[in-house]
């Protein structure tokens, strides 16, 4: 069934490199901060950088998470991003499967409820 998706977040950022992707993907998912993280290599990426255009070969992150978790996400990746200025773009679903939307507050130390389910 489908329903809001009042609680789901996905959060977009990159890095330059897949054992980066990797350590930070892990580090998220481990510390129940998101459900999972899809890593999509083969990105270029074409940006404005300190005055200058810049092309770079990235790994997409697809951060699936909960609203109550997005200050730890980003304490996350100021701490663990190896660029300057991480990436990180907060994205909102309007609705989704009930039984993902479930699985995703489960897996995760936010609940919709704002309790913590790792004890659970």
């Known amino acids: 069934m489908i329903v809001p998706a009042a609680d789901a977040r996905i959060v977009i950022t990159t890095t330059g490199s897949r054992e980066e992707a990797d350590r930070i993907a892990r580090f998220l998912v481990e510390e129940q901060i998101a459900a999972c993280v899809n890593l999509l290599p083969g990105l270029t990426s074409v940006y404005r950088w300190k005055g200058e255009v810049e092309t770079a070969e990235e790994i997409l992150l697809l951060i699936k998470t909960c609203a109550g978790n997005l200050e730890a996400v980003d304490a996350a990746l100021r701490r ?41």
């Open 80 to 120: 663990l991003h190896s660029y300057e200025v991480p990436e990180m773009l907060v994205l909102e679903p309007k609705a989704g499967s009930q039984a993902y939307l479930e699985w995703i507050a489960h897996s995760t130390a936010a609940s919709p409820e704002g309790k913590d389910t790792r004890a659970t």
